[in-house]
């Protein structure tokens, strides 16, 4: 019988870099690496697994340097963000977005971590986008990383990045309704608007939640927090608050736009019942006069003779002038 894998194999492995300090390459390590190499070699590892592989958590259980805390951090399926510090470790999950194999979406993913001064420990459930960037970063230049805590800040810069061009793509949506929200011809936008106005309030709400705990991680003790995490969040912080500050604008502007067409429709539709009451004001006096020549009773005006039809057309003509000259005398029309 075949043993679909072997015990040896690192389990959901996505990658493994090892960067040493100097060089201009990592070194990416394979899924069948020694485990007592991979975690005790030079340098700093930069490990980054799948949740779907449910052999991950026995995998971590006997990772050296890893608390109970760290451990519950990287096999969570928890959906909102965190940023802990403990024992001068850095743990938690950021928010990201996911990517499809042939495009970049706009659905949110979480990236859960732990950064201790040896290593990087990521997991995830579907592939991310800012991930991926720092990878080819890192596969660029890996001299310019001389700490796990330098991957850490490029993952926040990624994310950060790909807010940008988000804030980009949806200010290009928000021009394309516009012009339509503003010409003669009345249009209703509220569907096209919608999505990107819950992407908006998504993005500003996820956003404002990573600030904060940015900056309360930043307030911890010193002697709990990783070396130069303090210098790093603060870089950080001035980043995303810079975001911060066009997705709130973009947020007021999809709101004023939205205000804009319900302005719009009600005065449509203000227009349209204007119209039908001034249709009913001239019908209903013709409706009495036809509704009393109708009756079915005896005695009846114009009965009799040839010109009685006449006579009812004629007041039906006066009693349609009298309605207007009423419409007009109050100032309606």
């Known amino acids: 019988m075949n043993t679909i894998t072997s015990t040896s194999m690192i389990p959901g492995l996505v990658w493994a870099y090892r960067l040493r300090p100097g060089a201009d390459k990592p070194e990416r390590l394979s899924d ?21 592989d449910a052999r991950v958590p026995a995998f971590l259980e006997d990772a050296p340097g890893l608390n109970e805390a760290a451990r519950m951090a990287l096999t969570t399926h928890e959906t909102h963000a965190t940023i802990t510090v403990d024992e001068q470790m850095l743990l938690g999950t950021l928010v990201d977005f996911q990517r499809e194999f042939d495009q970049d979406t706009r659905d949110i993913g979480w ?60 200010t290009e949506e928000l021009n394309l309704i516009e012009d339509f929200v503003y010409e003669n011809a009345p249009r209703d936008e509220r569907r096209r608007l919608a999505p990107v106005r819950r992407t908006i309030v998504r993005l500003h709400r996820h956003l404002r939640t990573v600030l904060t705990l940015m900056r309360r991680a930043a307030a911890s003790d010193d002697e709990e927090m990783p070396l130069g995490f303090e210098d790093v969040a603060g870089r950080l912080t001035a980043r995303l608050e810079a975001v911060d500050h066009d997705v709130y604008a973009l947020q007021e502007r999809a709101r004023l736009l939205h205000e804009e067409i319900d302005s719009k429709l009600s005065s449509e539709i203000n227009r349209h019942l204007y119209i039908l009451s001034i249709m009913t004001a001239f019908l209903l006096p013709p409706t009495l ?27 039906i003509i006066v009693s349609m002038l009298l309605a207007w000259w009423l419409l007009k005398r109050v100032n309606i029309l």
């Open 289 to 315: 006069v036809t509704g009393f020549f109708g009756m079915n009773t005896s005695n009846l005006p114009f009965s009799g003779g040839s010109g009685g039809t006449g006579y009812a057309v004629s007041l």
């Open 111 to 170: 990236l859960h971590f732990v950064l201790t001064d040896r290593m990087l420990i990521t997991t995830r459930l579907q592939p991310l986008r800012s991930v991926e960037r720092a990878r080819m970063q890192i596969e660029k230049n890996a001299a310019k990383f001389s700490h796990p805590l330098d991957i850490f800040e490029l993952l926040v810069v990624e994310f950060q990045r790909t807010l940008i061009s988000l804030v980009i793509e949806m």
């Open 32 to 52: 069948d690496t020694d485990r007592a190499r991979l975690f005790a070699d030079e340098g700093f590892l930069w490990l980054h697994l799948n949740l779907v």
